[in-house]
């Protein structure tokens, strides 16, 4: 089976809203501006390109000799401003620290890619991640987040845009909390709706947290299509305690765990955030997240992002519309998790044509920005 015929779909979604979420429109204008876009299946093959990047190392260390000739020379990263924040969230990037993560290409075993910079030294260092959840599912059972579906994303325009990210697994995996709190609702949606109809959900619970976003509202984490809840209202959790099992339950195509992120109002479904910011990447693992904007700064829906590094491919879109909000640190609008520190190659493409093309190093357990501004 297909694991797209595992997700959840939005039946009440159009043609109209069909046509909406396979277009590829910046902000302003949108009827000036509509392109189609290819899916990333049919993306060509970046290997093709002519090299557009020339490896000049910028002075990345300086050395500073010692009052003494027995004292140990001691590097001192100078930042790389490469990466700059978006004007409208701004959070200032400072000068970096010496104690910044190495250089990796320091490594006498590390062979960089065959076009590549340096690591920039590290501005999401200055931006407050804040993951303070854990996993939904053990490590026991399929702990990453689908990669068909993700938050924001249409799955390729066939389902309705996704407030949540999907676990996959199969029926009576147990799912748990995600972090310290009290069920604030455990039951059918039959009666009281979460999801944008009655019974979209199936049987759900909703925790409420023990942290506030940085604007000070609550913060909520839903989990849905659940086949047995096995927690009361009102009753405490802990983080890692399991809550009910993996279901159908719901508008849902086959076993898995639907899992929101609410900030504000528990109910609202228009009040999601991406998980993959809230949920903590493996101690390895890193996040790359952004905002794709065309060459005047409109921020574009559903532009379709391929990351790759030696070992692996992924791809991921920026948001399909604004029923989905952006996170109120970052002011994203796309995010990508789970991804091994590495080097890797971030490629827009449109109709073959390379749009948008940089090498960026993901850094580990914290999340890497990247403002992706395609050419004209
Ligand atoms: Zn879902």
Do not use: K
């Not at 990263?77 to 320091?106: F, G, H, N, R, Y």
């Not at 009753?235 to 639907?258: E, F, M, N, Y």
């Amino acid at each position: 089976m297909r694991r797209c015929l595992l997700i959840c779909v939005l039946l009440l979604a159009g043609c109209q809203s069909m046509v909406e979420q396979s277009s590829f429109a910046a902000t302003v204008v949108p009827s000036a501006t509509v392109v189609t876009i290819s899916q990333p299946s049919t993306l060509v093959p970046t290997a093709n390109l002519a090299p557009s990047r020339t490896p000049t190392l910028p002075p990345s260390a300086t050395y500073t000799p010692s009052p003494t000739p027995t004292a140990t020379l001691t590097p001192t990263i100078t930042a790389s401003p490469t990466i700059t924040l978006s004007p409208t969230t701004a959070p200032s990037v400072t000068p970096i620290a010496s104690s910044t993560p190495t250089d990796p290409s320091s490594d006498p075993n590390y062979t960089p890619p065959p076009t590549w910079t340096p690591p920039p030294a590290n501005p999401a260092a200055q931006i407050a991640d804040h993951y303070v959840f854990g996993r939904p599912i053990s490590n026991n059972g399929v702990d990453w987040i689908d990669r068909v579906y993700p938050y924001g994303a249409t799955a390729g325009g066939t389902f309705a845009t996704h407030h949540g990210v999907e676990f996959v697994n199969p029926t009576g995996t147990p799912i748990l909390a995600v972090g310290d709190g009290v069920v604030h609702f455990a039951g059918s949606d039959l009666a009281t709706t979460y999801g944008p109809s009655s019974d979209f959900y199936g049987n759900l619970v909703v925790i409420q947290h023990n942290v506030t976003d940085v604007d000070g509202q609550g913060v909520y984490t839903l989990y849905g299509h659940m086949n047995t809840v096995d927690v009361q209202v009102g009753q405490p959790v802990r983080r890692g305690d399991r809550i009910g099992t993996v279901g159908a339950s719901g508008i849902a195509l086959g076993p898995h765990l639907h899992f929101e992120v609410r900030v504000g109002n528990p109910m609202d479904y228009f009040a999601t955030r991406n998980p993959e910011l809230w949920i903590r990447p493996y101690p390895t693992y890193g996040t790359l997240a952004g905002i794709i904007t065309d060459a005047d700064g409109n921020r574009l829906y559903s532009a379709p992002l391929r990351v790759e590094s030696l070992d692996i491919t992924r791809y991921t879109w920026s948001y399909n519309d604004d029923s989905v909000d952006p996170d109120t640190t970052f002011n994203e609008n796309f995010a990508l998790g789970d991804l091994p520190a590495n080097y890797y190659e971030v490629t827009v493409s449109e109709n073959g044509r390379v749009r948008f093309r940089q090498i960026v190093y993901v850094y580990p357990n914290r999340t890497t920005w990247l403002n992706v501004v395609l050419n004209r």
